[in-house]
């Protein structure tokens, strides 16, 4: 039986290869409707089946499009991740996910790989701030989306969180309450801090300047994970222990709930708590953490929809820093500090 191809579905729908190529790739800007539905009819009566090889050798693409998260742990990767397979899945693209696990050799490794597997672009959520290993895909015109962090001297599609904002809102939250010993535990910052590290640090500073409230060095932490438990020691210990805290992060957060269970730390009694990222477990654990979300999911639809802009009109690319506002979720966590037991 000969194998049906596309100019046999051409020939029975009365249109042209390249009308029958466009609706197979999904571009559809100037196709009418009934052209569409003619095609569709063809190819379901015909049960025609594209030659998914050929056409990647043909168009020179491959129709996959690789994600290089930093850190897969975060709620803000997984929920990132979900949405920008969603998006591209419906345009026939398939994405290949890889976890560099903070490691920016790993992350150098799988951009070589992905490109030696011919990946139509890269969404990347960089691991640090060396340019080097992005210069000659900015130097091609590669496709590239950085998603959630900005690297010095890179200059591309970048969609991430308002960092001070968020973090302005969270101490606006905590100083409503009448708290004014506001500490922040983060991941450690270091001469090569990932973006939002160092904004939510710095939103920090000013938020408590613009509080009129004093900035003191202890009150600031930035520790490795395997640390956070000890940085919370020496910050409740203090003579003048803070009443409020503010996890930098998701990861972060997950170490003071568990250090709080531990010691017996009641929460918001003891301890007011505001969590940036919107982690699912905030909402779980008893009481529910308030919390400053980034819209994680509309972030991942934004990154595939401009990975697909970038791919099929490269010219038209004009780089952008997109900066998604945050919103506070109320929880149960947070109370004046003239409650306290």
């Known amino acids: 039986m000969k194998k049906l191809t596309i100019e046999d579905v051409a020939q029975k729908a009365g249109v ?32 025609y089946q594209p030659n998914g090889l050929a056409r990647s050798l043909k168009q020179n693409r491959t129709h996959m499009v690789g994600i290089i998260v930093a850190n897969i742990d975060y709620s803000l990767s997984i929920q990132c991740i979900r949405a920008i397979e969603n998006e591209l899945s419906l345009r026939g693209i398939q994405v ?4 560099a696990d903070e490691n920016a050799d790993k992350e150098n490794t799988y951009v070589e790989t992905l490109i030696a597997r011919q990946v139509d672009g890269l969404i990347i959520f960089p691991t640090g701030d060396q340019s080097s290993a992005y210069s000659k895909l900015i130097d091609a015109e590669y496709p590239l ?8 001297g890179v200059t591309t599609q970048s969609l991430l969180l308002d960092n001070e904002m968020a973090v302005k809102t969270a101490v606006k939250e905590l100083t409503r309450h009448g708290h004014e010993a506001i500490a922040i535990l983060s991941l450690p910052l ?15 500073k000013k938020a408590m300047e613009e509080a009129g409230l004093p900035l003191n060095d ?26 409020a805290l503010l996890a930098a992060n998701d990861l972060v957060l997950g170490e003071i709930l568990k250090y709080a269970n531990r010691h017996s730390i009641a929460i918001p009694s003891r ?42 009109d490269q010219d038209a690319a004009v780089p952008i820093t997109y900066r998604f506002p945050p919103a506070l979720q109320l929880g149960q966590s947070v109370q004046p500090p003239s409650a306290a037991e």
């Open 271 to 312: 301890l007011s708590v505001i969590g940036i990222d919107d982690a699912e477990f905030a909402r779980i654990y008893n009481p529910a953490i308030t919390t400053i979300r980034q819209p994680a999911y509309e972030m991942g639809m934004q990154a595939a929809k401009l990975m697909l802009s970038l791919i099929e």
């Open 218 to 243: 202890r009150y600031m932490r930035s520790v490795p994970r395997e640390e956070i438990s000890a940085a919370l020691d020496d910050l409740l210990r203090h003579p003048q222990p803070p009443t």
């Open 190 to 204: 270091g001469p090569h801090a990932i973006t939002p590290r160092k904004e939510r640090m710095s939103g920090y």
């Open 16 to 47: 042209s290869k390249s009308t029958v190529s466009q609706f197979l790739n999904k571009r559809f800007k100037y196709m009418s409707e009934a052209t569409k539905n003619r095609i569709a009819d063809v190819i379901e009566e015909l049960n």
């Open 96 to 99: 290949i996910i890889c976890n």
């Open 145 to 152: 989306v950085f998603m959630d962090r900005l690297v010095e």
